[in-house]
């Protein structure tokens, strides 16, 4: 299992199998507890960025969870719950939760809570087009959810790309700095490179809709 985006502690099946599919399709890498104890023993194994956290849980409850998690890191939390009383909120954010949402929720207005979350704590870390997901942190890519395997070179061209986003790159600067000005390596590699990554990101390779050929010039990120 790879490094957890979000860990969903949920115990309603449904709701955490609905969000934790609108998630995956946004580029998270998710996991999901059904209760308090089964997410602290992931959260100890496989940590998370932000945990979305149920307070009526099974055992161990969602204050129990957040006051563990307070001990050890300042990883986001973001309670969402059908407890909506004045006091249930101020007990859940004195506790050390970052935000608060209540049941049942808009997912709009979820997504844009988590997004906005991650934009502040981690928008030097993580580059997001569409279903690519480019994480300078870990020096890993994802696509639709699901870490993909790539090479240095692939990710670093990608990383590249994706940091000039929209702007067309010559064939000769990408190659000098991916490649080196002194490498012995011809510039037809810089093409396999390309043909390579859209091979592992785009849903058409032939047709693609990211990793754009610029004719006598380049490529572009769009």
Known sequence: MTETDILIVEDDKDIATVLGDFLRAKGYVVSIASDGKKALALYERYGARLLILDLMLPGVEGLEVLNHIRKESNTPVLIASAKNSKEDKLDGLMAGADDYIEKPYDIDILLAKIDGIFKRRYAKDRMENGDICL??????????????????????????????????????????EIWGADSESEMQTLTVHIKWLRSKLERNPGKPEHILTVWGVGYKFQ
Do not use: A, P
């Not at 890519?141 to 702007?167: A, C, F, P, S």
């Open 135 to 176: 994480d300078r942190e870990g020096q890993s890519v994802y696509y639709r959810g699901q870490k993909i395997d790539v090479t240095v070179k692939e990710y670093e061209l990608l990383r590249l790309l994706m940091e000039n986003r929209g702007k067309v790159l010559s064939k000769e600067f990408l190659f000098r």
